[in-house]
């Protein structure tokens, strides 16, 4: 029982990937990943979306509408099409 206690504590989990419009609303997030085209990454590195920044998730529309997120105090409103281009790793507190 021990041993398997052991190699439980030693294992290093992954965190755990989404699209930042499956997270929950008002979890902080980290960018991992932009998977998008060229121009669409130009854009929002422009609005400070890049690899390694951490973002807020405050509102979603309904009906698949836009999504609104805090990055560095500035309340941006993402289309669900390229909401659904970033990935995030979700906290310890995000759903499956």
Known sequence: MNELNDKLKNLNPQPL?????????GTELKVLEVKAGSVAKMRLANLGIVPG??????????FRGPVEILIK???????RGLANKIFVECGKN???
């Open 17 to 25: 990937t989404k699209c930042l419009s499956d997270c929950d609303i």
């Open 94 to 96: 995000c759903k499956l």
């Open 73 to 79: 105090n500035t309340s941006l409103v993402v289309g």
């Open 53 to 62: 920044v951490n973002i807020t998730k405050k509102r979603s529309a309904p």
